[in-house]
Each structure stands twice: as structure tokens, then as C-alpha cells.
């Protein structure tokens, strides 16, 4: 697998690394796709809400190192409506680019990042708790009740989900990695797409298989 310079050199020395002693959010993140887990804690100005320190820790592949790392350098000194904008796009160009299999890395950075924000929020009555509202632990939930026929075991055990989203607006998008040739690839959507479909405010499903 081709690494950039950039991606090695966050791997071999990461900025912004352990966890803060002044935190005044966290949240800890694990990837469907590989069992990777990453943590960030900020310390956010109660006034600016400028993102002043962030540090992280990461249990998981070089990737995933790399993509925290330059996340991390890239929302301090940020608002943090700012550091929400980030995407895992801009993460992975910031690192020069990934290798294909491992764009997930970047998604569960970013999904990282905003989730601590979103902490943050919550926990300054910056914005309500959408109790029973659509999010991702909702789909994930749902992903893992669905058989893989073949092999009698559920899509998340089996790390066939590479990514599970849920926009604002109640799109859900899921990426499925089954083989081309699979028998079974068009009885897998059909179920994800009955399982989700079940679920409150889905207003779209994108299934990528
Ligand atoms: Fe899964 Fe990198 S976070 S392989």
C-alpha cells in the first residue's frame, strides 16, 4: 500500500497527541469497516468557542493516526461551527491523499471530531438532545440484524459495512463491501434498504454495494 510523505510523517511523529487534562469535551468514535477506535477531547473558550487545545488518541491502523493528526491541526484555533465544516475529503487531501481502502480512516476522524463538538454543545445547551431522532447508531443498530447468507453471520460482525451516514435532512448512505459476483448482493440491499426504511425520519437510502 502507497503512503504519501505526509501521511507517514503525521504516522511517525502525530501532532496534537494524548489526551487533555483541561477537556471540556470528548467523544470516542469506532469504525464499522476494521474495528479502529479513535478519541478527541477539546478545550473550547466557553466565550469565542475558538477550539484553544485538542488532543487525541488512537487505537488503530497508520491511517487512522495519520487522519487524526492532521483533523486535530486542523480545527485548532477554528470556531467550532468552523471545525464542523471539515470534511473527510479535505482531511484526506490535506494528507496528499489515502489509499482507496483506506478513506474510512479520514470519515471516522472527521465523524470523531463532530461528535465531540456536538458533546460540547449539548453540554452548554448550545443545542437540544434529538432524543429518537435519525443518526447513525440508529442505522448501525439496524445494519447488525441483517444476515449475510452466505456465512450466517450479521454485516457489522462480518466488517462488510465500510460506512454508515445520516445526513441532516434524513438521507442515509451506506457502503456494503460484498464480493462483484456474490449471489446474494441484491438480497442484502433489498434487506438493508426494508431494515431502513423502518426507521424514523429516513427520507432517502443510498445503498453503494
Ligand atoms: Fe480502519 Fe484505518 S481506521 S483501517
Known sequence: MQYSQKVLDHFMKPHNLGKLEK?????????????DQ????LNVN??????EDIGFLSYGCASNIATA?????MAK????????????????AELDGLPPVKMHCSVLAVDTLRKAIKNYELAHHLIKADKGALNKEM???ELAKILYPKVGEDLISLKMVKYAG???DGNVTVDVEIPKFDKFRENVAEEIREHLEKLPGVKDITINI
Open 38 to 41: 479513535v478519541s478527541i477531547w
Open 77 to 92: 484555533g477554528k470556531t467550532i461551527e468552523e471545525a464542523k465544516a471539515i470534511s473527510w475529503k479535505e482531511a484526506a
Open 23 to 35: 477537556a471540556n469535551a470528548e467523544a470516542t468514535e469506532g469504525s464499522p469497516a476494521c474495528g
Open 166 to 168: 445520516v445526513s441532516e
Open 46 to 51: 466557553e466565550k469565542t468557542k475558538i477550539i
Open 139 to 141: 442505522v448501525l443498530a
Open 69 to 73: 493528526s492532521i483533523i486535530t491541526d
